[in-house]
């Protein structure tokens, strides 16, 4: 192992600025802490998916009404993640992912109240808006403390939080439903997220990550303005990606319970060990993805995009549609963590190349613009498909569906010239 002693010390700004001094394990456990908030965001998102069938039989819902739920999340972060990506640029993530947590944690505890469907619908938009800086912080967090040859890196462990949570969820959520009922289920799922507080208090409160994780980049009158962030041409590529592989990934994450049920007749109770299998090869496509992409990256010339290795991820990523072949519950998983582990590869690609691209004064509203693009794929297609399922009666057309949709929008950004990295990599 490198002994840290020996490593350059990780800034947070360019080098033209004077900036603070943070170690490679501080900047490290700053990382994976980040990581952890996606983590805990999605321990309470994802409590709804792990108990569907039983929310679906107390509060007597359709699939295309669980649908409704789905999205109703997804349109609230899509309204929330723009603003929150502005929010947390102005304010640091130090205190904006604090803040949220404590806000998401409390609207996630609320769903043990709700008393019907209307009151379920209402509670997942406020969610869905109290999560929102979720991945902008966590996001920018990466940006700020780690030298642009480890962000690929770091990137492939960020989107690693987002699994963990997925498979809290569904061991946590059951049992708790199973031994004392829905309600305290929901209630215990969002006390996951105290967890995360200490953790944050510790490694970001401390000099220098105080100083490194609220400092500004640019003065607010220099920061460039919401309609630049929108149209910059790296972050619209980036979206054309996220857009094409968000309905795949988001719908074997959502509706892989209500699957294991009704296509191998899996109790709810016992589908938590089953979704661990896509979840952990999830992690491990991303990790893998990311560590490649930075080492493969220290030898491209100019910032280059990695083009081999993303055609790599988004092959993966199609075997997505296979899922509802499997013979068996664990084939089905296998098959359905084959294209998560390409999802993930691609997530933790594209996202650390247009970060590469961006001023980093806008990390955060460049990362809320990419969330809202998942949310906005997710909006149109979970009616979608839960209509396709109400009106088939099975899971292959919608696995196949989602598959060949990854295709067009990744091609394409393949095939895009990406515009020049920004100064700051390009000096590094």
């Known amino acids: 192992m490198i002994r840290a002693s020996i490593l350059p010390p990780v800034t947070n700004a360019p080098s033209s600025s004077a900036s603070p001094a943070l170690s490679r394990p501080h900047a490290w456990a700053l990382a994976l802490t980040a990581t952890l908030t996606m983590a805990v965001s999605y321990v309470d998102r994802q409590a709804l998916a792990a108990l569907a069938p039983t929310v679906s039989k107390v509060f007597d819902l359709s699939d295309t009404q669980y649908g409704w739920l789905v999205s109703a999340f997804s349109v609230a972060y899509l309204a929330g993640a723009p603003f929150a990506g502005w929010l947390v640029d102005h304010l640091g993530a130090r205190r904006g992912l604090l803040g949220a947590v404590v806000a998401w944690s409390l609207v996630a505890a609320a769903h043990a109240l709700a008393p019907s469907f209307t009151g379920l619908l209402i509670l997942r938009v406020a969610l869905g808006l109290t999560e929102s800086p979720s991945f902008p912080g966590a996001a920018q967090t990466i940006q700020r403390v780690l030298p642009p040859a480890d962000r690929a890196r770091g990137f492939g462990f960020l989107f690693t939080g987002s699994s963990l949570g997925a498979i809290v969820a569904p061991q946590l959520a059951p049992f708790l439903e199973k031994t004392w009922g829905l309600r305290i289920a929901f209630l215990g799922t969002a006390l996951v997220g105290l967890l995360w507080v200490p953790l944050w208090l510790l490694f970001a409160w401390r000099s220098p990550a105080r100083e490194v994780l609220d400092a500004a980049h640019a003065p607010s009158a220099n920061r460039p303005r919401a309609r630049s962030v929108l149209t910059h041409p790296a972050v619209l590529r980036a979206t054309l990606a996220i857009m094409a592989s968000a309905p795949a990934t988001g719908f074997l994450l959502n509706w892989a319970s209500k699957y294991l049920a009704a296509g191998h007749g899996i109790p709810q109770a016992k589908v938590g060990p089953y979704l661990i299998i896509p979840l952990v ?109 109400d009106i088939t009666g099975g899971y292959r057309i919608p696995f196949l569906a989602v598959g060949a949709w990854v295709l067009p929008g990744c091609i394409a950004w393949l095939l895009w010239s990406p515009p020049p990295l920004h100064e700051e990599r390009a000096s590094a």
């Not at 790599?312 to 089905?332: N, Q």
Request: with cysteine; glycine share 14%; aromatic share 6%.
């Open 281 to 389: 090869l999830f992690d491990a496509g991303a990790i893998l993805f990311g560590h490649f992409a930075s080492v493969r990256g220290r030898a491209r010339v100019g910032g280059a995009p990695d083009r081999p290795l993303f055609a790599i991820g988004i092959a993966l990523h199609v075997m997505l549609a296979l899922t509802a072949f499997g013979r068996t519950p664990v084939e089905s998983m296998v098959l359905g963590g084959l294209g998560l582990a390409g999802g993930g590869g691609v997530f933790a690609m594209l996202t650390a190349d247009m970060l590469t691209r961006v001023p980093p004064s806008i990390a955060s509203a460049a990362s809320g613009v990419c969330a809202a693009a998942q949310s906005l794929a997710l909006i149109v297609a979970s009616p979608v498909l839960g209509r396709l399922i």
